[in-house]
DNA sequence: CGTGCGCTTGAGACGCGTCAACGTGCGTGG
DNA sequence: CCACGCACGTTGACGCGTCTCAAGCGCACG
């Protein structure tokens, strides 16, 4: 995913209902796809490596991830990556330009995606007529908010803890609140695990093996096995050593 | 500001209505208390180290801060303090806990303060019937995204990149755009700086040493004057030597 | 005029970033 | 089907920035 070469492109992009959609009523774009606003939603796929849009472009819209996995990020003035987070199915992308006439960050898929697009007037025009649409956006924003406080918190904290911290997230928002011993697939790099979790590449990478070497995890590139979450819970609660450069 | 020492407490509460406040019609004080909401506010006074809410506690109201200043902040698991940013006059306490029935974070005066207390009931009213009121209001949640996503990056910087960058946005923050060679007072305690940016309380000294050495600062405890913006510009930008640790 | 808290300054330790080299899986083309 | 190339991952050596610990300083308070 290098900084220009691939334009920003949505291939096979459908006209959309949500009725029978398997999200179910739960979804966002559910609740979008009522009243005036009915009708108006697209699905788009996307390759491994597609943009879905670029910071600066024209946002006019929100998106609902049906499938796949993204990586949302900002362009820093010296020219590096700071990535804000990764959107998995059913976590809704472009939020955070809600209330901006451009995009102000980037998002990239990381494995073959689909997308629901909520074009701006739509939403617009659901807010205007249900309560309960507008809680469930405002509901989002404040989430996202949450998520940054935390974030910045886990800024403070030494590599380990930021890793389990990581993969505890990352266990529970695949599998749900149990996570048992089972393999799952990281969708993202050892490069983009570093740039959201600020540290470099070779640090994630040694961190995953003296974790492996500890018992607390399995691990061979993108399939990863936690074994013993407690001990991971442990270390994200109190770090190992201590709080961080010395 | 101890841990749970001085109560949560608010003096000297009495009714308000907006029409001739100093803040006039931008405020989004003045926008609530139209219509249905209109004279449901009402003003506070705090002192310093007063807290206006606390972490837990049930929420039930937003604030404009109308003068004074505040710290707001949450407790880290290990008992530490993650300050989450510095509350000025014009800007709302209590938007990161909008969408939750309990307060997200701690706001304590770090200065003689005065707020206008928006309550929730009112909020909802306005928000049913005024457009312009929710626009703000998401208008705020968008701004806490951006400043958080802001925040997440100065992390990855330099000490002196991070204390650069808040004079920077304190000294613009107060007077407005153009923030010329006047001493201004800094409210908050190198503790509180150094915990907002994630530096040790001595680091915070030492780089406010190192800039006045330098020439780009003059600083005696709480008074501070930036006598050289284009360097601590240059400094925000590129960093002196690299990213970091390094 | 004491007393305490916040600020400053110094010395030493250490985690993590950088640089560099090697291993490994995967896709491409012969 | 194998050889090759390339991107990603791993491992090691080393230096630097910042944290910790500790002492001294000075303003503001009673």
Redesign the interface.
């Known amino acids: 995913m290098p900084a220009v070469p691939t334009p920003t492109r949505r291939r096979r992009t459908e006209p959309l209902r949500c009725t029978g959609c398997e999200r179910g009523v739960d979804c966002l774009g559910a609740a979008l796809d009522e009243g005036s606003a009915a009708g108006r939603m697209s699905r788009t796929g996307l390759e491994r490596g597609d943009h879905l849009y670029r910071m600066g472009e024209p946002s006019d819209s929100l998106y609902v991830v049906s499938g796949g996995a993204f990586k949302s990020y900002?362009v820093?003035?010296?020219g590096?990556e700071?990535v804000?987070g990764f959107v998995l199915p059913g976590d809704v992308l472009g939020?955070?330009s809600?209330?901006?006439p451009h995009f102000?960050?980037s998002a990239v898929a990381i494995a073959p995606a689909r997308v629901c697009r909520m074009p701006a007037e739509a939403i617009r025009l659901r807010?205007?007529e249900s309560?309960d649409f507008?809680?469930r956006l405002?509901?989002r924003?404040?989430?996202?908010?949450?998520r940054?406080?935390r974030?910045?918190?886990l800024?403070?904290c030494t590599a380990e803890q930021r890793v389990a911290v990581f993969l505890l997230n990352q266990s529970a928002q695949t599998e749900g609140v149990g996570f048992a011993g089972r393999a799952q697939r990281l969708p993202m790099s050892r490069r983009d695990i570093g740039q959201f979790l600020?540290l470099a590449t070779e640090t994630v990478s040694r961190v995953f093996t003296r974790l492996q070497d500890s018992g607390a995890l399995r691990c061979r590139r993108t399939s990863i096995e936690i074994r013993n979450v407690e001990r991971l819970m442990e270390i994200a609660?109190?770090?190992l050593p201590l709080?961080r450069?010395g």
Chains 1, 2 share one sequence.
Do not use: C, K, N, Y
Not at 141 to 146: L, N, S, V, Y
């Open positions: 900002v820093t003035p010296d590096g700071q804000l939020i955070d809600l209330t901006h102000q960050s807010i205007g309560p507008r809680e405002t509901a924003m404040g989430r996202e908010i949450q940054l406080q974030l910045l918190h800024g403070r600020g609660r109190v770090g709080r450069g």
